[in-house]
């Protein structure tokens, strides 16, 4: 069955860096696009960042352009985020999840497969 297990979370203190890593398995990675979301307490989730099939087209939130980063090694079923310059309103949780569509979308309805999302605490 599909897998996807987010990795790399943690308490992080403000402007400081992290890297979460979203692992796949039991599909063929690079038919999918694949994207990050979060989910502040008390908020719906959000789009942060979605990459195409190849790597080829990224699209990022507004609030974390310039500061994120999304990345892919189809060679080794993985996909990436690095966040720098965090802020405290970055804390969420995070999830990585997959668009057939193989674009990226910017829509949660478009993703099919998600993770158990992984915590991302900024303080202040």
């Known amino acids: 069955q599909v897998q996807l297990v987010e990795s790399g979370g943690g308490l992080v203190q403000a402007g400081g860096s992290l890297r979460l890593s979203c692992a796949a398995s039991g599909l063929t990675f690079s038919n999918y696009a694949m994207g990050w979301f979060r989910q502040a307490p008390g908020k719906e989730r959000e789009f942060v960042t979605a990459?195409?099939?190849?790597?080829?087209?990224?699209g990022y939130a507004d609030s974390v352009k310039g500061r994120f980063t999304i990345s892919r090694n189809n060679a080794k079923n993985t996909l990436y985020l690095q966040m720098n310059s965090l802020k405290p309103e970055d804390t969420a949780v995070y999830y990585c999840?997959?668009?057939?569509?193989?674009?990226?979308?910017?829509?949660?309805?478009?993703?099919?497969?998600w993770g158990q999302g992984i915590q991302v605490t900024v303080s202040s």
């Open positions: 999840a997959t668009d057939p569509s193989r674009l990226g979308s910017h829509y949660q309805a478009s993703y099919t497969y």
């Open positions: 990459i195409s099939w190849s790597g080829g087209r990224t």
